[in-house]
């Protein structure tokens, strides 16, 4: 089964240090929530985030939002053929079940995310929709196991989409990043077998998982 990986996502609760900045403690009052069970968001946050650590990759839920909307709405993840998982930047690892329906609405996602960071699960019916885990990216490896690993950044080789899933079997490992700025950490880096650069211009997360999943469908189906 093919595999894949967003990693290093900007999903994470509002960090301690920055849990009782104005802009944090008024969005959380207008929304009956508690700072810290809320999902860390630059359009609110924006001004608590100023100065925090590895800035520029984080509070960008929406982002892991649009790619797993890409990757659930295809043929390939609904007939069980990819499992995804969401490696974020704190090393927390969200497995997704099989055939899960995420919501369209980006604040449905937020709450189900935020409920997950919480209760480390959502499940319905005694059928596991999520788990969240303390796991790096070097453990996920190790307990995916694959055959290889291949990074798609614009410090890769050029290569094509099209050219790129031909080589892709069952048992790859194809990894994106889940931020909006920046590169990879070299600790990932170091454990990819290929990294490839699949355009001249810097698209979004969503559009690459889009393009590559098709066009490894059409080597599988068609």
Not at 126 to 135: C, G, N, P, W, Y
Not at 192 to 205: V, Y
Request: proline share 3%.
């Amino acid at each position: 089964m093919l595999t894949l990986i967003l990693t290093q996502s900007s999903l994470e609760i509002v960090p301690s240090e920055i849990q009782n900045h104005p802009s944090v403690t008024s969005y959380c009052k207008r929304n009956k929530k508690k700072s810290s069970e809320v999902l860390l968001d630059n359009s609110w946050h924006f001004a608590a985030m100023k100065g925090i650590s590895n800035e520029i990759k984080r509070g960008r839920p929406d982002i892991i939002h649009l790619a797993l909307l890409a990757i659930c709405s295809t043929p390939l993840y609904q007939q069980k053929k990819i499992k995804v998982f969401v490696h974020t930047i704190n090393n927390q690892v969200i497995t997704l079940g099989d055939q899960i329906r995420l919501p369209k609405s980006y604040h449905r996602f937020q709450g189900i995310i935020e409920k997950l960071f919480k209760e480390k699960k959502i499940e319905l019916s005694d059928l596991k929709l999520m788990e969240l885990q303390s796991m790096t990216f070097e453990e996920l490896l190790n307990k995916i196991k694959p055959e290889k690993v291949v990074g798609f950044s614009t410090e890769g080789k050029n290569s094509t989409f099209e050219e790129s899933a031909k080589t892709i079997t069952d048992n790859t490992c194809i990894v994106v990043g889940g931020f909006q700025k920046g590169h990879f950490e070299e600790n990932i880096k170091n454990k990819f077998d290929q990294i490839e650069k699949l355009s001249q211009n810097s698209l979004e997360t969503h559009v690459i998982l889009s393009r590559i999943i098709y066009e490894y469908e059409k080597t599988i189906f068609m």
